[in-house]
Every structure is written in C-alpha cells, then in structure tokens.
C-alpha cells in the first residue's frame, strides 16, 4: 500500500480530507461510468499490505525504521517516510526496495538510486514526466530494471 490509496481510504472512513488536495479528481474521473469497478478497486486497497519481505528484500512504498523488526514497525513510516529513511547510512540485514520520494528529487536523474545504506529508490518521477520503474529480481538478486515512459515502448538495463 501506498500513501495515496491511504489517503483515498482515510478520506471514505470519513477520517481525513487529504485525498481531496492529492488524486481526488482524477481518480474519480478515471472510474467515471464504472462505480462497481470503483468498489472493486477499493475493497482490493483495503487489503493491500504494508510490505512485503522474503530472505534478502524488504519492499516498501517509502521507508522503514531500521531499528525496529518489520512487525513493529510504524504505519506512516512505511507510507510517508522520506529523510530520517533516505539519510540513514546503516545499511540493514536486507535491501530496501522502495518508492514515494522521486530520484528526480534526490539525483535529478530518472534512474533508479541507492541510499547511503544501500537501499534501493524505484520512484523515478513517471508523475514528472520521468520514467516509471520495476525492479528485476531473478534468483534472489538484483538483475536489473525496466522503464517506460509516456509513449516509449519499454526498456531493458
């Protein structure tokens, strides 16, 4: 789960407004005509987890505390974190794949970065007019990337 299907679910329990300022318009628009697979779409968010984790990677949309297990760690860290996360030069015992803070923002390249602690940044700036990134992970390991953006047919590194 991501921070802004967060605010979409916050703002339908009535608990925060935030989605109307972060998605609200587009997201409507985009369901115009089609409420059941609105529905649909929002029951699938309500059970999205926060991370997923296996031997070697932890997946994240924007950070974790390295200090605490997985289990404990802090809802908005995962979906909001951004400098306490992308400073922190202790690497863990797995990579952190994440994304919500844009390399447009930290490198102002399109491209994948890693952290001082070697963790791993995918949100290339599609939003911005970069690229939209996915990892390849084969065997365990880091084998590369794909992007594609607006109108380009996608590209293997």
């Known amino acids: 789960m991501g921070n802004h299907e967060d605010m979409l679910l916050c ?27 609105f529905r649909d779409d929002v ?4 059970n999205l987890p926060l991370y997923y ?9 924007a950070g974790i505390d390295l200090s605490r297990p ?7 860290t995962m979906l909001w974190a951004r400098g306490e996360f992308l ?28 952290t001082a602690g070697d963790h791993i ?13 996915a990892l390849i992970i084969e065997d365990g390991e880091m084998a590369g990337y794909r992007q594609v953006r607006r109108g380009d047919a996608p590209r293997h590194v």
Request: glycine share 10%.
């Open 11 to 37: 703002y339908l329990d009535n608990t925060s407004d935030s989605w109307l300022y972060n998605g609200y318009r587009d997201t409507l628009r985009s369901y115009a005509g089609k409420p059941e697979v």
């Open 121 to 133: 940044g995918i949100d290339t700036g599609c939003v911005f007019g970069g690229a939209l990134t």
């Open 43 to 46: 029951e699938w968010m309500r």
């Open 87 to 114: 400073d922190n030069p202790e690497p863990g015992d797995k990579k952190v794949i994440f994304g919500h803070t844009p390399s447009l923002m930290i490198t102002g390249s399109d491209l994948p970065f890693f």
């Open 53 to 61: 984790e296996d031997e070697k990677f932890i997946c994240v949309h």
């Open 70 to 76: 997985m289990p404990e760690q802090d809802r908005d």
